[in-house]
């Protein structure tokens, strides 16, 4: 799906994110953002790396080399 020959509505991307971040922060989130970095296609599921439960995390195991990555970015 993430084909280069997959064209992209950037405007359609854009609004649908902004009102994404608007309702979240409106609804009381933090968010932080990052800059994307060439060679990781998928930068937008680094956010699932981990889940707090308590006073544990488990820790996500990237299949993908690309995901793999994210680890040594840290």
Not at 24 to 36: C, P, T
């Amino acid at each position: 799906w993430m084909d280069v020959k997959n064209k992209t509505n950037r405007s359609l991307v854009n609004s649908k994110w902004s009102a994404l971040a608007r309702d979240l922060q409106g609804a009381g989130a933090d968010l932080f953002f990052i800059d994307g970095i060439y060679g990781l296609p998928d930068m937008t599921f680094v956010a699932n790396a981990a889940l707090l439960v308590g006073n544990e995390v488990i820790l996500s195991k990237f299949k993908q080399y690309s995901s793999k990555c994210f680890y040594e970015i840290q």
